[in-house]
T-cell receptor, first 115, second 117 residues
Framework: KAGVTQTPRYLIKTRGQQVTLSCSPI?????VSWYQQTPGQGLQFLFE???????NKGNFPGRFSGRQFSNSRSEMNVSTLELGDSALYLC??????????????FGPGTRLTVT | AQSVTQLDSQVPVFEEAPVELRCNYS??????LFWYVQYPNQGLQLLLK??????LVKGINGFEAEFNKSQTSFHLRKPSVHISDTAEYFC???????????????FGKGTLLTVNP
C-alpha cells in the first residue's frame, strides 16, 4: 500500500506570496492532519480534516488554511508568506473510518523556504 | 491541555550500548502514547504505540517502551544500538474527546540520538 505523499517536496517563495501544498493520504484513510516543524518550535499541529470538514485547529493565524476533497486528498494554503513560515510541513493520515484511529502515518514533508 | 516533555535534547552513545530516551507527559485523563523516529530529510515513522493493555510495548527495529501511569512516563529503550539508529526521536501523546470527533497529537521537542562507532 502506498504511503502518504506530499507535493512538492521543496519550495522557495518570497515574502508576501502565497503557497499551496498538497497531501494524498494512504488509500482508505479519511483523516488528514497537518503539522509545521521548525527547529525552534518543534512539531506544531495546524489542523485536521475528516470527510471534507475541519475537525480540529491549532493556534495559527488565519493566513493558514486548508481543505479536503471528496477523495480525501488535502491541500493547505499559506497566504502573505512571512520569513517565519519557513519550515517543514508534514501531513499525516489516519483511518478514522467510523471509529477513532489513534495512529497517524506521516508523509515525507514539504520543505518551504521563504526569502 | 496535555504537554509532553522529552528530558534530553541530545543523547550520544556508542554503538552496541543500551539507550533510554525519556518522555514524561501531563494529562489527567486517558491518553494514547507514541514514539516516532525521524531520519534526516524524511517524515516521521511510527516506532511503537501504547493504546491500552500491556504496559510494555515492543516496536520496530528492536525498540520497546514502558508505560508508567503513576509516573506519567513512557520511556523508550533499546538494549543495543546501531549506527543506523542515529536519528531524532519524538514522543507524542494523543487525546480524543468522548465522541472521538476531536483528536489531537501533541509532540515533545524531540531527542537527537547520535550513535558513535
Amino acid at each position: 500500500k502506498a504511503g502518504v505523499t506530499q507535493t512538492p517536496r521543496y519550495l522557495i517563495k518570497t515574502r508576501g506570496q502565497q503557497v499551496t501544498l498538497s497531501c494524498s493520504p494512504i488509500s482508505g484513510h479519511r483523516s488528514v492532519s497537518w503539522y509545521q516543524q521548525t527547529p525552534g518550535q518543534g512539531l506544531q499541529f495546524l489542523f485536521e480534516y475528516f470527510s471534507e470538514t475541519q475537525r480540529n485547529k491549532g493556534n495559527f493565524p488565519g493566513r493558514f488554511s486548508g481543505r479536503q476533497f471528496s477523495n480525501s486528498r488535502s491541500e493547505m494554503n499559506v497566504s502573505t508568506l512571512e520569513l517565519g513560515d519557513s519550515a517543514l510541513y508534514l501531513c499525516a493520515s489516519s483511518l478514522k473510518n467510523g471509529a477513532v484511529s489513534y495512529e497517524q502515518y506521516f508523509g515525507p514533508g514539504t520543505r518551504l523556504t521563504v526569502t | 491541555a496535555q504537554s509532553v516533555t522529552q528530558l534530553d535534547s541530545q543523547v550520544p552513545v556508542f554503538e552496541e550500548a543500551p539507550v533510554e530516551l525519556r518522555c514524561n507527559y501531563s494529562s489527567s485523563v486517558s491518553v494514547y502514547l507514541f514514539w516516532y523516529v525521524q531520519y534526516p530529510n524524511q517524515g516521521l515513522q511510527l516506532l511503537l504505540k501504547y493504546l491500552s493493555g500491556s504496559t510494555l510495548v515492543k516496536g520496530i527495529n528492536g525498540f520497546e517502551a514502558e508505560f508508567n501511569k503513576s509516573q506519567t512516563s513512557f520511556h523508550l529503550r533499546k538494549p543495543s544500538v546501531h549506527i543506523s539508529d542515529t536519528a531524532e526521536y519524538f514522543c507524542a501523546v494523543g487525546k480524543a474527546n468522548s465522541g472521538g470527533s476531536n483528536y489531537k497529537l501533541t509532540f515533545g521537542k524531540g531527542t537527537l540520538l547520535t550513535v558513535n562507532p
